[in-house]
């Protein structure tokens, strides 16, 4: 990109304008997630910004290299930093952080230590008695393995109205499940007495369930937040890890709202399309089959699911048919944007 043009320091006689906090003066906001579980914000870096402006003016200043009044009008702002955003220029957003304490089960933890970028300390159970609280989900929302992703979950056990057997056998399947939670939790009870007993509280623990809680704070740049949003946020990310990127970013778009519209225009709302995938919607814009040039079935899914996405239709049942022959293709359930009824494209 273009360098951005340097702001001078203000003159001597132009007085700065007050400084006011980014959290309104508050040492935590918090919200709950599960039962037990909760990202609380306990900083943000810039903490002081001066007034009518937002922690975004960070970015702002960095991109513009510039010292003190660094940024120009909030339109001006705004327009920046979404260049900045579509165009991955990432740097100017690790200028803002954000200061979190989470309570979460360790394998959302699990998931979560992955982002490598962050700085992190951990409650220690080799220091302090791992606390007997646990996760688990109501009966009504034990979810099935699904079918297509084996990394996946696919609807609710018992929620079949259509088949009352089917529902009831589910709904048996779903009681087991949580009486399997139930006997998993009970070894806090062992734990707790085998610690009484005097064995180590380091080695004590590693008999209980990763639906045990953990927490951390947790450290990390604005950037790299969402990268973390991006992921977690996504649909194929597991429900439970889900709940609390949605937290994260509900606390931090007060504070940065100018990215956080950007990166949801740029990123989370976006639809992206391959190299091959951009050519079939070329062809299909032309007149011609909307059907990628792929044998490969994730591919093949993945862009009748984008195609629905635009209300356009599913190819496949045109890839089965003659070469000849260009048959009238139509639309798959709607995913998020697309027109309601199914739509005939060639
Ligand atoms: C839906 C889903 C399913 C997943 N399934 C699995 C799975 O089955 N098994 C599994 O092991 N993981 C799995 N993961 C974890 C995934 O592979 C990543 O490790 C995780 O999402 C962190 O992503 P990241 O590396 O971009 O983040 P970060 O670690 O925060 O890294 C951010 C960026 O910095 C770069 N970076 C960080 N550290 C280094 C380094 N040391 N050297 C070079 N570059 C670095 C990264 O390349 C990345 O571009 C899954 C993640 C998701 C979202």
Known sequence: MSTPQHQPEPAADHPRPPLVDVLAGDSRREIRVHQHGFVALLDAMPRLVPQGQTADSAIVQAARV????????????????????RNRHTTPFEMVEFKFHIAMPIFVARQWIRHRTANVNEYSGRYSVMPDRFYRPTLGSVRKQSASNRQGSDGVLGQDPADPARAAAETQTAQDFLAYLDAAESLHARYQSLLDRGVSRELARVGLPLSLYTEWYWKCDLHNILRFLSLRLDAHAQDEIRAYAQAMHDLIAPVVPITMEAWRDYDLDALTLSGPEARALSALLAGGSAALASDNQRELAEWAAKLARLGAADPRPAMAAPATHTPPIHAKAPGPGAQAAPRELA
């Open 66 to 85: 510039s010292y003190g009044r660094g940024t120009k009008r909030v339109q001006e702002d705004r327009g920046l930093i979404r260049y900045l955003l």
